[in-house]
Structures are given as structure tokens and as C-alpha cells.
């Protein structure tokens, strides 16, 4: 069966999604595309032989769109994910799910109540192999219970709109699920420390920071976050067991030698870190539309990410250790999975 997506939003990654659905994901057909610029909707149905329709709701009333992807700015998340479980059709929403807690909470409640999981977010780190890679060892038990783990998430620069609370928001909120995967655990407590601030980041953005996670068995997780860093993206991770630890892979890169060095890249932004987990997310989701409900970060995991970086934010802001007063979670998200 070929998936029949409908796109809300076509800015710089509902573009890119476009292009992935038609010409690397396999089983798949982008239908049709909206974006509150008519004219920038039509240049991307375009290039997938999609129709532009007029509003989201429209879209999501097709009778030919099977699937949902909301790829528009955060705060419309909620009422695109909400509009389209009350017509029963499938939905990944790129993160965040909903900029805020409470419409997280409605997300859930809408879903449970269509009584199947429909509402998968757009978490790619749990796609990148080398995530995958370390998750199998952690799961395995091979470097025994992890105590601690060591993060670092690296961007060469950010434009002057990023502001210091989008340090939690939107980079390591990525570290924030993954960690929250990799070690079937929750946070339940943040700490945010400023070191000396770059002289690179402009005059109103904490840059660096370093957030201090621990989780409810007692994990702790240091997260360098450091969005000015220069020379280029650079994603971090090493957890620490009684009996070893794990490290994330480098990206497989050749490594050159001439004139008396070794030199190997470094890739220079997220996109092309991560070309191939959204490549495999985008696979795996259309796979699991096409038979059944889909297995990826769920409206739950969406609701703690957003929980967990209201609480960083806080943390943040107020300089001292927060508690993430997150709900219990409900039974039809036990599991891990759901
Ligand atoms: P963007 O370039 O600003 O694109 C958003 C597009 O959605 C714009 O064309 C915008 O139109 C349109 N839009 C806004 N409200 C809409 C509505 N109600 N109906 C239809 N179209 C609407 O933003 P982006 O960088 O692509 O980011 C989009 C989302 O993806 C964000 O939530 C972001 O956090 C997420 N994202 C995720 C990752 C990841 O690593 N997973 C990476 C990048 C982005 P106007 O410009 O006219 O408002």
C-alpha cells in the first residue's frame, strides 16, 4: 500500500521532507502540501506532482491524504496534531509536538481516547545508527548499570534570533529524548550552569551552558551545550557503567594524511549529521503507517521533552536546581515504545 501524505508547512525541513518522501523513502506519496505562503506551497508540491491546498484543516479533510506531516512553526503544532487525530489519520509532527505542557496533555488525552496510537514526533536521534548501536549495548547490560553520561552538543554558530532559553528548547531537547530512550529512565531534576561566555555568541545569549540531569534511579548526565562553538557540529555522548563505557561513534569520515598531519572533517551542520536517521525515521514511520500504529517517540515522549525543557528553562532563569513536575504516565503509553 502507498501512504498518501499530506504536508503542513513547507519552511526548510517540510521541504526537505517532501524530498525525502518522494525520492528516498520507498512506499510513500506526498499528496498534497499548505503553507501560509501559497506561492512557496506551490513551489514544493511541485517538485513531488502534489496539489496545494488552502488551509491545514482543508489538507487534513482530503480523502486522499492517509497521513499527516506538520512541519510548521512550533506554536501551531498542537491544533494540526489535534485537528487531525479527531479525523483518525496518522500524524508525525516534527518537534516540539506543542510549545506548551497543557496542549501536550491534550494531545494525549485526544489520543487515548481515539483508543490507537496515531501521533508520532519527530525525535531522529533514536534513528541514527550509532544511537542505535549504543542503546543495544546499554540494553545488553554490557558496561553493567550506567551511572553516569557525558554529552556535548555543538553547533558552529547560530543565527541572532536564537535566544538563551532555545539552548534547552531547541538543542538539547534532541539529547533530552534520546536520553530518556537510550536509558529507559526519567529526569526528574535539572541544574544549569553559565560558564564564561563566548565572545562569539552576541550579547544577550548564555553561551555556553552546562545542564545537569539526573535522572529517577540517580543517573547523572552532563550536557555541554555550546551553539557558538566555531569549527562545526559536533555531537557528544559517553556513558559511563560499573563495568565499561559506551561511547557514540565519530561519523565514519576518511581521515587524511599530508604535509605532517592527520586531519579528518568535522560535519558542519545537523542536516547532513543526521541525513541518514531522517532518512530511516521518515522509512520506518511510513512502513508502520502502511500496517499498523507507528512505534516512534509518541505524544507521551513529546509531552516530557517539553516538560523537561520548560524545567531547564527554569533552571536557567532562576540559577537554581528544578524539579520536572512531569504526570504520571498512562497506562496506554507502558512500555517504553508507546
Ligand atoms: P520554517 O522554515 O519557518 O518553516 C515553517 C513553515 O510553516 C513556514 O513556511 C511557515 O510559513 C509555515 N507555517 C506556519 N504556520 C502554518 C500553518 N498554520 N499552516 C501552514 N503552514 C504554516 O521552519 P523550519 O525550520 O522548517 O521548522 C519547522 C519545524 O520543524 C519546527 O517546529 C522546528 O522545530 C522543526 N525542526 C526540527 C528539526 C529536527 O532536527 N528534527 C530540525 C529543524 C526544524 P511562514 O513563514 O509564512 O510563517
Redesign the pocket.
Known amino acids: 500500500m502507498t501512504v498518501r501524505v499530506g504536508v503542513?508547512?513547507?519552511?526548510?525541513?517540510?521541504r526537505d521532507h517532501v524530498r525525502r518522501l518522494t525520492d528516498v523513502v520507498t512506499g510513500a506519496e506526498v499528496v498534497a502540501v499548505?503553507?501560509?505562503?501559497a506561492a512557496?506551497a506551490g513551489e514544493v508540491a511541485a517538485t513531488a506532482g502534489a496539489r496545494v491546498v488552502p488551509t491545514?484543516a482543508d489538507l487534513i479533510g482530503q480523502s486522499d491524504v492517509d497521513a499527516v506531516l506538520v512541519?510548521?512553526?512550533?506554536p501551531?503544532?498542537a491544533e494540526h496534531v489535534l485537528a487531525a487525530v479527531a479525523a483518525g489519520k496518522p500524524v508525525f509532527c516534527?518537534?516540539?509536538l506543542a510549545t506548551d505542557a497543557e496542549d501536550c496533555l491534550r494531545i494525549v488525552e485526544a489520543e487515548i481516547a481515539a483508543g490507537r496510537r496515531l501521533v508520532q514526533v519527530?525525535f531522529?536521534r533514536r534513528y541514527d545508527s550509532g544511537y542505535r548501536e549504543l542503546k543495544k549495548i546499554l540494553d545488553a547490560g554490557e558496561i553493567g548499570a550506567p551511572l553516569m553520561v557525558h554529552c556535548a552538543h555543538r553547533n558552529a554558530s547560530v543565527p541572532e534570533s536564537y535566544h538563551s532559553g532555545m539552548a534547552a528548547q531547541?538543542t538539547a531537547v534532541h539529547e533530552i529524548d534520546v536520553l530518556r530512550w537510550l536509558l529507559d529512565d526519567e529526569i526528574v531534576g535539572v541544574q544549569v550552569l553559565t560558564p564564561r561566555r563566548t565572545r562569539h555568541a552576541h550579547a544577550a545569549l548564555r553561551d555556553p551552558q552546562i545542564m545537569l540531569f539526573e535522572t529517577a534511579s540517580g543517573i547523572r548526565i552532563d550536557l555541554e551545550v555550546f551553539v557558538n562553538c566555531r569549527y562545526g557540529y559536533d555531537i557528544q555522548c559517553e556513558a559511563v557503567g560499573e563495568k565499561g563505557l559506551a561511547r557514540l561513534p565519530e561519523p565514519a569520515r576518511a581521515a587524511v594524511r599530508t604535509a605532517g598531519v592527520t586531519r579528518t572533517g568535522v560535519p558542519q551542520d545537523?542536516r547532513e549529521r543526521f541525513v541518514t536517521a531522517f532518512d530511516v525515521e521518515f522509512q520506518e514511520w511510513v512502513d508502520a503507517v502502511a500496517v499498523g500504529e507507528p512505534p516512534g517517540p509518541s505524544a507521551w515522549d513529546g509531552y516530557a521533552a517539553t516538560v523537561i525543557t520548560d524545567a531547564t528553562v527554569e533552571a536557567l532563569e532562576s540559577g537554581r536546581i528544578v524539579s520536572v513536575g512531569m504526570k504520571d504516565r498512562p497506562a496506554f503509553y507502558a512500555g517504553g515504545a508507546r
Open positions: 503542513i508547512g513547507a519552511g526548510m525541513i517540510g499548505t503553507d501560509l505562503d512557496r491545514a512541519a510548521s512553526w512550533g501551531t503544532h516534527e518537534k516540539p519527530g531522529m531547541d545537523w
